[in-house]
């Protein structure tokens, strides 16, 4: 079955530094998405992408995130200066559609800021 | 921002019982999704719901919508350990992104 991959599995960095988390969606799918979960809480959302643009943010997606689809396979989260709150665990998922037939998620990067 | 609530937090059940999660909206959704979480997994998707009032089955689970589209529940029949994980709902706002509720986790003692 199909997979959404992503690296590293953990992550840690010190405060301050810039992080680049990488997914690789399904081949087939045209949007992608990336939430937050911090350890025991849900899940939350930060952005999703088509077309090569962001098409929603929510309101953690501040200044200090970007993503980018360098190529026609990766998707990457940057985080810049990071704070210890960024702490999370961090999925990346992507639809074939726009979620009709639901999200397939990845099995997430671990990011721990020290 | 939109907030979508779910009930009860925990529950704890004894294996061979069943389950109910509830999902609310204050406001009217154009449609939900439900996710389940093993420990330490990621969010697997289980079904998304869109009209009002709809009931589908997978199995042993029951999900439904409510006909105001403002509540769903999913119903685990005789649950098994392999049940066992957080349950999610996600529901989606018109013209907006998914937003999860904050899950209810699921214990099944054997």
């Known amino acids: 079955e199909p997979e959404v991959t992503q690296t590293p599995s953990h992550q840690v960095t010190q405060m301050g530094q810039e992080v680049i988390l990488r997914c690789v969606p399904i081949s087939n799918h045209l949007y992608f998405y990336w939430y937050r979960q911090i350890l025991g809480q849900k899940v939350e959302f930060l952005v999703s992408f088509y077309n090569n643009e962001i098409s929603e943010k929510s309101e953690i997606f501040d200044d200090q995130f970007s993503v980018e689809r360098p190529d026609g396979s990766n998707f990457t989260l940057k985080i810049r200066s990071t704070k210890l709150e960024d702490s999370a665990m961090y999925f990346c998922a992507s639809s074939e559609s726009e979620g009709s037939y639901g999200y397939t998620f990845g099995s997430g990067t671990r990011l721990t800021v020290v | 921002g939109q907030q979508v609530m779910q009930i009860p937090q925990y529950q704890h059940v004894q294996e061979g019982e069943d389950f109910t999660t509830y999902c609310n909206s204050s406001t009217t959704l154009s449609n939900i999704q439900w996710y389940k979480q093993r420990p330490g997994g990621h969010p697997v998707f289980l079904i998304q719901l869109v009209k009002s009032g709809e009931v589908k089955k997978q199995k042993r689970l029951t999900f439904q919508f409510g006909e105001a589209k403002k509540n769903s529940s999913l119903h685990i029949t005789a649950t098994q350990t392999t049940d066992v994980g957080t349950y999610f709902c996600?529901?989606?706002?018109?013209?907006?992104?998914?937003?999860f509720g904050p899950g209810t986790r699921l214990s099944v003692l054997p």
């Open positions: 996600a529901g989606r706002y018109y013209g907006q992104n998914f937003v």
